[in-house]
């Protein structure tokens, strides 16, 4: 069965510091991949997906990911957070792409 | 264009009591989809429907029901609400490539 695990419940990082959030995912082939991005009261908003091709994905807000077959992992990177980005982070995997199982989510805090 | 359209925003129900939980979209997306989100559990999928006329059931749909009698709209029914059904619930569309569209999420409680 398909499974995301992100290990990481809350990470606090300061402003201006690099970021990563770890995903890691079950699954027998290789799956779709996308992080998604939930501000306090607010749905959830696609960052990044991943189906194929370059393993490394530029998505919106200066957020990347990559997609790395060996560890099953798909961890998403940002250079420097800023305030804004503190948020609840979930990534989520598909078999096929109509259908989507999420992580528990990291919930990110970022001190001035 | 207004995207994905869930209401009400808030609610709070007596249990046995019944509701609806509306959403509607305007992309004219062939998927819609219920989720329910409850903390630390991350979203788990209630029903899920590929076009009009078609739904099926996701990982968690004892106590809810759907139906999809237009492109637009994808109402969730809850028929006998139990406190187990406290949660904040998101619809979501998509063109069926991955990039859903939530709406803002009703938030429910069973009290």
């Known amino acids: 069965a398909q499974s995301v695990t992100q290990p990481d419940i809350h990470i606090t990082v300061s402003e201006g510091a690099s970021l990563e959030l770890r995903c890691n995912y079950s699954y027998g082939a290789t799956p779709y991949l996308f992080w998604y991005v939930q501000s306090p009261g607010q749905g959830l908003q696609l960052l990044l997906k991943?189906?194929?091709?370059?393993?490394l994905v530029q998505g919106i807000k200066g957020f990347e990911a990559e997609f790395k077959r060996s560890q099953s992992s798909f961890n998403l990177r940002k250079p420097s957070v800023h305030w804004s980005d503190a948020a609840e982070y979930f990534c989520?995997?598909?078999?096929?792409?109509?259908?989507?199982?999420f992580g528990t989510g990291t919930r990110l805090q970022v001190f001035p | 264009n207004a995207g994905v359209t869930q209401t009400p925003k808030f609610r709070i129900l007596k249990i046995g009591q019944s509701m609806t939980l509306q959403c509607t979209q305007d992309?004219?997306?062939?998927?819609m989809y219920w989720y329910r989100q409850d903390p630390g559990m991350g979203l788990k999928l209630i029903y899920y429907?590929?076009?009009?006329?078609?739904?099926d059931k996701g990982e968690v749909p004892n106590g809810y029901n759907v139906s999809r009698s237009t492109t637009e709209d994808f109402p969730l029914r809850l028929e006998l609400a139990a406190p187990s059904q406290t949660s904040v619930y998101f619809c979501?569309?998509?063109?069926?490539?991955?990039?859903?569209?939530f709406g803002s999420g009703t938030r429910l409680t069973v009290v």
């Open positions: 979501a569309s998509s063109q069926g490539t991955g990039g859903y569209t």
């Open positions: 989520a995997v598909g078999a096929d792409t109509d259908k989507l199982i």
């Open positions: 992309m004219n997306h062939n998927y």
């Open positions: 429907s590929v076009g009009a006329g078609i739904t």
């Open positions: 991943y189906f194929s091709g370059d393993t």
